[in-house]
Structures are given as structure tokens and as C-alpha cells.
């Protein structure tokens, strides 16, 4: 292997770390419950998407997942939502969230699917798999699998910041009462 190939390579794991440590702060805020920190690792121009999923003949698998072409989605928001929602659950009179859930998000499988970098700005499209369990109340379980697709980018001392995220339930039907908990 040449010096330059194996730079490359150094890299590319770099990188991967890197996406793989702002996962985990991430996870880190969102069970912790520090909504407020957790909305500024989101772009101002974030889309955060939750497609529904349906069953459907493997011959036509492409069409699993509900995207733009029919535009129906679990969710479909942008930050100013986002931030309401995180507003929401402050006011401690969100029934769905009273008394709040405890979770626990685990991210796994995480890989960079495309980077690039242009004046100054770095782009990263990664992908990876999740499950986020929650618990509520005395018995009230929900366990979210899925994968997740996520546009980030950063530019210089501001860290990365997710501008767009795609979030794919592996259930075509949600089990859980609510969809309370970011993912």
C-alpha cells in the first residue's frame, strides 16, 4: 500500500470516529434530556423526516418506504417544529410525556457513505442503524429500530450540525401510543 492510499485510509476511519462521537454525544443529550443542547447540533435549515414504511411485494421493494413522490410521513419537520416540540415538553403539561419517558438511544453500523469539502464547508451523508428503547410510566414499553440517513455539515469551529435527516422505521405499523422521542 502506498503512503497516499494509506493516508486515505487514515482518513476515511478518521472521519467515521468522528461522525461515530457526535452520534453518541447526541444519544448522550437526548437521554439525558437536554433538548436545548441537542436542537443546536441541528441546522437552521434542518429537515428531519420519518417516512411511513408499507408492505409490499419484493419485486417492488424500492417502494417500501413513502418519500417525496407521495410526500406521507410519521413526521416531516423543520427546526422552528422541533423547537416547539422541545418547548412543549418544558411546560411539563404534555400528556404524553408526563411524567417524561426515560430512554435509551443506541446507534451502531455507522458508515459515511459520501464526504466532500468546498470553501471552507464540509459534507458528510452517513448512515446508521439505531434502536431506541423507552420506557414510561410502570410498564409502558417502546422499542424503535430503523435506520437513519443524515446530511451534516460543518464549517470550521462550529462542529457538525445535522441539515437533513431521513429516519427509516423497520414497522409499517407504529406500536408505540405516541411519537414523542427524537431518534
Known amino acids: 500500500m502506498t503512503g497516499e492510499a494509506m493516508t486515505s485510509n487514515l482518513d476515511a476511519v478518521r472521519l467515521r470516529l468522528e461522525i461515530e462521537d457526535f452520534y453518541y454525544r447526541e444519544a448522550d443529550l437526548l437521554d439525558e434530556r437536554r433538548f436545548d443542547e441537542w436542537l443546536d447540533l441541528l441546522h437552521p435549515d434542518i429537515r428531519y423526516r420519518i417516512p ?11 417502494s417500501e418506504f413513502l418519500t417525496d413522490d407521495l410526500a406521507v410521513y410519521w413526521m416531516d419537520e423543520g427546526k422552528r417544529t422541533l423547537s416547539q416540540r422541545v418547548e412543549q415538553l418544558r411546560t411539563g403539561l404534555h400528556w404524553a410525556e408526563e411524567p417524561m419517558s426515560r430512554t435509551s438511544h443506541i446507534y451502531s453500523n455507522t458508515r459515511v457513505l459520501e464526504s466532500s469539502e468546498q470553501d471552507g ?6 448512515k446508521t442503524r439505531f434502536i431506541v428503547y423507552r420506557n414510561r410510566l410502570k410498564g409502558e414499553v417502546d422499542l ?18 445535522v441539515l437533513a435527516r431521513t429516519v427509516y422505521l423497520d414497522q409499517t405499523v407504529l406500536l408505540s401510543n405516541n411519537l414523542t422521542t427524537f431518534i
Open 144 to 161: 424503535l429500530v430503523g435506520k437513519r440517513v443524515d446530511e451534516l455539515v460543518a464549517q470550521s469551529a462550529l462542529g457538525w450540525k
Open 121 to 126: 464547508c464540509r459534507r458528510v451523508t452517513a
Open 52 to 62: 411511513l414504511a408499507q408492505n409490499v411485494h419484493s419485486k417492488r421493494a424500492e
